[in-house]
Nanobody, 116 residues
C-alpha cells in the first residue's frame, strides 16, 4: 500500500521560507516520479512541481525561481524548499505519485499559511 506522509508546514511571514518533507513507503520510490500539489481554500488542486525518477525537475510558473524540489532515494523522502513565500501560497500541500486531475494517491497534506 502506498503511504505518503507530508510534514513541515506552518505559519510563516511573507518573504519567509519553509521546507516541506514527504515520507514515502509501500512502493519502489526510486522508480517513480513524484509531485507536490496544493489546494487553497475553495479552490481545486494545483500542480506545483514534479521530480522524475531520473531527477529531472519540473515546475509550475507559480514555483519557478522560488521553490526547489529534491528527493533522497536512500531515505524514500521528497522535499520542497519554498522561498520568498507570499500570501497566495497559503494552501494545503500534498505529495502525490499520481497525475492530474485527481492526483491520487496523495498524503493527508500539510498546511502552509503565509501571513504577517
Amino acid at each position: 500500500e502506498v503511504l505518503l506522509v507530508e510534514s513541515g508546514g506552518g505559519l510563516v511571514q511573507p518573504g519567509g521560507s519553509l521546507r516541506l518533507s514527504c515520507a514515502a513507503s509501500g512502493f519502489a520510490f526510486n522508480m517513480h516520479q513524484i509531485s507536490w500539489v496544493r489546494q487553497a481554500p475553495g479552490k481545486e488542486l494545483e500542480w506545483v512541481s514534479t521530480i522524475t525518477s531520473t531527477d529531472r525537475s519540473l515546475y509550475a510558473d507559480l514555483a519557478k525561481d522560488r521553490f526547489i524540489i529534491t528527493r533522497d532515494n536512500t531515505k524514500n523522502m521528497l522535499y520542497l524548499q519554498m522561498n520568498r513565500l507570499a500570501p497566495e501560497d497559503t494552501a494545503v500541500y500534498f505529495c502525490s505519485t499520481g497525475v492530474r486531475p485527481l492526483w491520487r494517491p496523495r498524503g493527508q497534506g500539510t498546511q502552509v499559511t503565509v501571513s504577517p
